[in-house]
């Protein structure tokens, strides 16, 4: 199999590594070929700690997934988040030296490239520069420019900057775990390619992906990005807090929160326990689902309040900017239970868990219908975009150019000097025999008397 025929998404998480092998199939869907997980021992909050550690991890990963694919990986797309993580809107334009020709993707490639310049703030670096709406000449909220003329091109823009350190820091232990890097890609946004739908971000939507040290937030309103950001808490604080508030180990604390987890203390029973085995001889210990649901409870009606705060900044409350679709909730922290009511009532807008396995062929197992899923899937639906960009132009662009060639006159052929007399000889051969005709054409006047002269001769004959 050849390396153009599939794609590999990387997902470097706090807790997991997941290398996810897969090509798109005849109907448009993804066949998965082959998944490689790994434990995450390097990364922090997003933010890799622990170069070594963190390349190990990823090498046990990819070599999982190429083993299970049974196939060579070489390119990876790579997410990242991290608290580090900000955007910012800003808008600008450029001039077109030819605005009678038609606007093309490198008009807009230049003026993406015009935005990367930017100034930053020190040790800052641009993630993504993300067209929201176009402007040509005095024309507003226009989504596709391509194939209209025009001379001054302008857009908003969303851009998402990161810290230079950990963009670096990502790509070297890509580069050091034996492969190439293909793409860059803000976590939130690989999530909300997988579990979203064109419906949802037209109506407007949230996407909150509750990973294992942050929670990633995009919001998308008439089909566009409006804000993202990244909050530095996560399902591995609230593991944090079951380990205190029991005073037991991080494994079992872990199982807790995964087999008896729930997020609403009043949904539990008070004469409901579960027993923890002791440690090196010690007694078993009891603990109860109450108790636990309130530790957790705590925790995550905290990040909510969060996620509450940044759809306030963006102005979700607004009756114009409202969304309609609500939240969307994702990644490994959206497994617990309970946790869409408790979204539903800390917002105030409707929720749902959101799963990757649509957009999946051949999930018969159902083994990647976990939301933990959605941002390595996500990442493999943008790594196989750039595939597909890269192999073939757009049906869309296709039929610009069609367009275009039908409309664009055709400019006529230059003569010679040997055809030029030729022309004008064939052509005075034309107009000779009616410019004699017109000369010996008589007059109105000339017509009169000759009627008159005949007339007296046919009389005195």
Not at 115 to 128: F, R, S, T
Not at 239 to 258: F, P
Not at 320 to 340: D, E, F, M, Y
């Amino acid at each position: 199999m050849e390396n153009q025929e599939y794609s590999v998404g990387l997902d470097i998480g706090t807790t997991k590594i997941v290398a996810i092998v897969g090509r798109r199939n005849a109907h448009g869907k993804i066949e998965i070929l082959g998944v490689g997980k790994a434990k995450s021992l390097g990364v922090h909050k997003g933010i890799v700690n622990n170069i070594s550690q963190t390349i190990n991890s990823i090498k046990t990963a990819v070599a999982e997934a190429q083993s299970s694919a049974g196939v060579p990986i070489h390119k990876v797309t790579v997410g990242i988040a991290g608290k580090h993580i900000r955007s910012l809107q800003h808008s600008d334009y450029i001039m077109r030296e030819h605005p009678d020709r038609y606007i093309t993707e490198d008009d807009i490639e230049k003026l993406k490239d015009q935005v990367k310049k930017l100034v930053m703030l020190p040790g800052e670096e641009i993630i993504h520069v993300l067209p929201q709406e176009y402007k040509v000449d005095s024309e507003g909220e226009i989504q596709e420019p391509v194939g209209m003329h025009g001379k001054r091109l302008e857009a908003n823009f969303h851009v998402v900057v990161g810290q230079m350190g950990s963009i670096r820091n990502i790509a070297r232990c890509v580069r050091e775990a034996g492969l190439e890097m293909e793409a860059l890609t803000l976590e939130p946004l690989a999530s909300s390619e997988a579990v979203l739908t064109k419906e949802e971000k037209e109506a407007g939507v949230a996407i909150v992906d509750i990973g294992g040290g942050t929670t990633d937030i995009a919001i998308f309103k008439d089909n566009i990005i409006r804000h993202t950001c990244v909050i530095p808490y996560g399902g591995g604080i609230i593991t944090d807090d079951i380990k205190e508030g029991c005073s037991i180990i991080e494994k079992h604390a872990e199982q807790l929160k995964v087999k008896f987890g729930s997020s609403v203390p009043e949904l539990e029973k008070d004469s409901t326990y579960v027993t923890i085995p002791g440690l090196h001889g010690r007694p078993d210990k009891e603990i109860s689902l109450k108790v636990l649901a309130q530790i957790i409870n705590a925790r995550v009606e905290e990040i909510l309040e969060m996620v509450n705060t940044e759809l306030k900044a963006y102005g979700a409350f607004e009756q114009k900017k409202k969304l309609i679709a609500g939240i969307v909730l994702t990644g490994g922290g959206s497994n617990l239970r309970n946790l869409r009511q408790l979204a539903n009532y800390t917002t105030g807008f409707d929720s749902r868990i959101g799963f990757a396995n649509e957009y999946v062929a051949n999930d018969k197992n159902q083994y990647l219908k976990g939301p933990e899923f959605a941002t390595s899937i996500g990442l493999l639906m943008e790594s196989l975009k750039i595939r597909d960009k890269k192999i073939l132009p757009t049906e869309e662009e296709e039929i610009i150019e069609e367009a275009v060639a039908k409309a664009e006159p055709v400019a006529p052929q230059p003569t010679t000097e040997v055809e030029k007399p030729q022309q004008i000889q064939q052509i005075e051969e034309v107009a000779k025999p009616k410019e004699e005709a017109r000369r010996n054409k008589p007059t109105f006047g000339q017509s009169i008397l000759d009627k008159v002269k005949k007339f007296f001769e046919e009389v005195e004959e």
